[in-house]
């Protein structure tokens, strides 16, 4: 309730926000509309709420919209993954996404135990789940083709379905 009284008593408006708890703390973006003549004094006023890290950088979010117009959405799907824990395995997924022109729109990645029945057996999971989407047309036999690759290079089980596109592409 801090955050946004203060931004609005800056005269800023919550045009988006993205919030969730990552590990032991709540996190949270935060797209505000407001005159840039107040910028710098609202940004001090936040930072001086009580246990609040605040980090500001200056956007335009009007030239997403011009190249969305421009540009549509022509694919879009959910990823989902879940394999054992270590290094690599979400560069290996992002990085396959990359480079077959995919763009996230969202990434949700945590670790998980699980035990065994007796629970004397334990593994340490990674579980992904994303929305991806595609400005141009996707073959999604090849992109499988390529995701069985990365499952067999990081040991995760790795799906992507496509889902109906949304009016709103931001």
């Known amino acids: 309730a801090q955050l946004p009284a203060a931004i609005e008593s800056a005269g800023g408006n919550v045009l988006d ?3 969730n708890r990552v590990g032991t703390d709540y996190v949270g973006m935060l797209l505000v509309e407001l005159d840039p003549q107040n910028s710098a004094a609202a940004t001090a006023q936040l930072r001086k ?3 609040i890290s605040v980090s500001v950088a200056p ?5 997403g919209e011009v190249q969305a117009k421009a540009t549509p959405v022509v694919y879009s799907a959910q990823l989902s993954a879940i394999g054992p824990d270590g290094p690599g395995a979400l560069r290996s997924i992002t990085q396959l996404l990359s480079n077959e022109g995919l763009d996230l729109s ?3 990645c945590n670790q998980h135990w699980q035990y065994g029945a007796d629970r004397s057996d ?3 999971l990674f579980i992904v789940s994303g929305l991806i ?4 047309p996707v073959d999604e036999g090849e992109l499988n083709d390529r995701l069985q690759r990365v499952e067999k290079e990081t040991g995760m089980r790795i799906a992507v379905r496509a889902v109906a596109l949304e009016p709103s592409t931001s």
């Open 49 to 51: 709420l009580p246990n």
């Open 122 to 124: 334990v593994q340490k």
């Open 106 to 108: 969202f990434l949700s």
């Open 59 to 63: 956007t335009q979010p009007w030239v």
């Open 133 to 136: 989407r595609s400005f141009v």
């Open 17 to 19: 926000a993205r919030m």
